[in-house]
């Protein structure tokens, strides 16, 4: 039975705040006027004015609970309802315009219960108008229902004086059972959200983060919406306990419920037709359009949904789209793209610099009896058209997936990989370092790509878009001693000296075969184990190319890093002499957290304090980012320098190793632009490209000429640059 409250007409737009929930001396507008501090006087209404008012059809019980600015025109209100304290701003005989549409200035057909309203506003329309705030020069047309409730969080998880622990909202995030669930709160960054989530074992971390949490939080009773200046709110339907920011654009949702909605002035943020929205936050300069359902969720700023798409108990990084499709309980880092209609996300944690094509399933729980699956995808993560996963999957940095409906867990270690089903051979095969030898063009151009649309007005984080960086360079570490294991228990298989159990003998032999660049690695079969929770063969091809093309990815990582630190005067080098550069300390374990990566042991210093209760607040661990943010340059250095004993053997450079090592770096950089040059130029010259076209002319006026291609001629000229930069370096030492 629904349960109908019946009160005295005269008490409608009063006690707002339960009498149990005020505190002692204070008023049920007490908060109300915290919220709305300005310097309007206002004023009760003349008698003349209440006449006017009265003729134009508005009604009130008492027209001493409606307070007004100087200057009124008694004339601009007409057909309204008002119960309670009203307060109104100027009201003067403007009208407002807005992408077209002219409105006048006034109150119009409309019930209004205990709100202030701000100078020159447009109210039409507004059938429920409950308990808000409304800046200046605001147009609201056309809503059915817009109100608060005294217990109004705004999306935030906190509870409200009384309240119990059962009806906090929480975001799912990674799991869905709830294993890995944050409590979100306006702020909060996706390093934030990453780190809330993991390390559920650490109980006494997991209560420091809930205890300065719950610090942000005002658990008083009895805040009113807002709505700031200049914001458009036309042709809803219902809008309940609803924060919104300035210059924001609502138009035809049909509903938003407990949201904060962040907006201003040089970052408008918008929400459209058929939208319904329930328990979420949504960061400034966000778009969403066309039919967005969305529940329990974070939007972190610049991001969009359009669609159709669906968002339930997800957390959205920075400069990512999500269009016509479904996500759920998942974590996604900024630079995430998943525009096509069908594709499926769930109890994931993807690193950014995402692309999910149409038809992925990423996440099907039809490999377990219960929910309790998870995947991990590092930077760069790329599905094709119709693939399929199922939990637990995890993939190392820029793994593309070939089409295919994978059949057990993956775990692929090897980054720029491309993985793909062998249905035909009933087999898994693994192309390690595919993008450099294929597709060079988009894995350069991406680098660049994410750089432009970092459109965040405040980049509280330092996000790595380069592929090559300390996560992607430590993974291939890792894929040496892989392969060389593998290549290694392939050669002696093979040979049949020894036994292949032996794994110091297998990574010995293997890595003899690689560093030699030995051909005879091409005629083995080699098989890696642990990567597919199937009995069925795993085969690494191009194992030598991927070894080598790794080596000089990792010399040309040491070159850029050790050239740009003596550009820039960090290192100071002798031209002449015998000198050599000391290389000091191990290569470091990275994380990345949100986007941003950190070394692990300073991670492990930040979970330390807020163990020990030193760390007081979010905004802290914030000051954390930005300090790792200022360190990160030098910092990345470091880890590039220690690489060079990893692949040299060497704890020092001399001259000589400097001159190579620019050399090379001169070297490889000329074979990425080949390889830039290349790969586009396939879809010049590819006869089923070229097809669709009458001729080659008209392929240029759609598709642009090869020759004017703007990012090539800018990798191009920065060759150029590199190579005068580099020519006394290579000419002296």
Known sequence: ????????????????????????????????????????????????????????????????????????????????????????????????????????????????????????????????????????????????????????????????????????????????????????????????????????????????????????????????????????????????????????????????????????????????????????????????????????????????????????????????????????????????????????????????????????????????????????????????????????????????????????????????SLVSNDEQHNRLVIMPGYWFMYNMYALARNAGKYIDRDKRITKDQHLEYHFLAPDSINEIFDSFKLMEEAVGRAALKKEKSLPVSDEKACIKKGKLLLRNNDASIDQLEVLVTGIENTNRPVVLIKARQAYKTFQDLVNYYVAEHLFSAINEGHIKLSLKGNKSLAVTGKRKEWVNMGGQLVEKSELEKLISRIEKNTIKNWEQIHQFYQQQATLYSERKTSHALSCWKGISGKSNFSNEDIQQLFIRYIETKEWMLKGIESSREKDYTNPFRKMVYSNNEEMEIITGKLSENSFILQQRAELKKIKRELKKWTSLL
């Open 1 to 416: 039975m629904n349960k109908i409250k019946k009160s005295p007409a005269s008490k409608l737009g009063f006690d707002f705040i339960p009498e149990s929930f005020l505190p002692k001396g204070k008023n049920e507008y007490y908060l109300r006027d915290e919220q709305n501090k300005n310097s309007v006087k206002h004023r009760h209404l003349t008698e003349a004015e209440i006449d006017i008012l009265v003729q134009h059809q508005n009604t009130c019980d008492d027209w001493n609970n409606v307070l007004v600015a100087n200057p009124f025109s008694p004339d601009l209100i007409k057909n309204c309802s008002f119960f309670g304290l009203v307060r109104i701003g100027k009201l003067e005989p403007w009208y407002l315009e807005f992408h077209s549409v002219r409105m006048k200035v006034g109150l119009y057909n409309s019930t209004i219960i205990s709100c202030d309203l701000g100078d020159n506003i447009v109210v039409e329309n507004v059938h429920y108008l409950s308990h808000y705030i409304i800046g200046n020069e605001v147009i609201l047309s056309n809503i059915e229902e817009m109100g608060t409730t005294n217990y109004a969080k705004f999306g935030n998880g906190m509870l409200k004086d009384g309240e119990e622990e059962a009806v906090r909202v929480k975001l799912e995030v990674c799991n869905e059972n709830a294993g890995r669930s944050i409590i979100p709160f306006d702020g909060m960054l996706p390093g934030d959200a990453w780190l809330w989530s993991r390390f559920r074992e650490r109980t006494a971390f997991q209560q420091g983060l809930k205890l300065i949490t719950d610090k942000k939080f005002d658990t008083r009773r009895g805040y009113y919406g807002e709505v700031g200046e200049r914001t458009v709110i036309k042709s809803c339907k219902i809008i309940k306990d609803v924060w919104v920011g300035t210059d924001a654009y609502l138009k035809g949702a049909n509903k938003l419920k407990n949201l904060t909605i962040r907006s201003s002035a040089n970052a408008s943020t918008q929400i459209g037709e058929g939208c319904e929205l329930v328990n979420g936050i949504i960061e400034e300069k966000c778009r969403v359009f066309y039919g967005v359902k969305a529940v329990r969720f974070y939007m972190a700023s610049n991001s969009q949904l359009k669609y159709g798409a669906r968002l339930i108990n997800s957390y959205l990084g920075n400069n990512a789209t999500i269009s016509c499709c479904e996500v759920l309980n998942s974590l996604i880092f900024p630079a995430h793209e998943q525009h096509h209609n069908n594709s499926f996300l769930c109890a994931a944690m993807v690193m950014g610099q995402s692309n999910i094509a149409a038809g992925a399933t990423l996440g099907s729980n039809h490999n377990s009896r219960s929910a309790d699956g998870e995947l991990i995808a590092g930077r760069g993560f790329w599905p094709a058209l119709c693939v399929s996963i199922k939990h637990n999957s995890k993939f190392a940095a820029y793994t593309l997936l070939a089409k295919g409906d994978y059949p057990a867990e993956l775990n692929i270690p090897f980054p720029f």
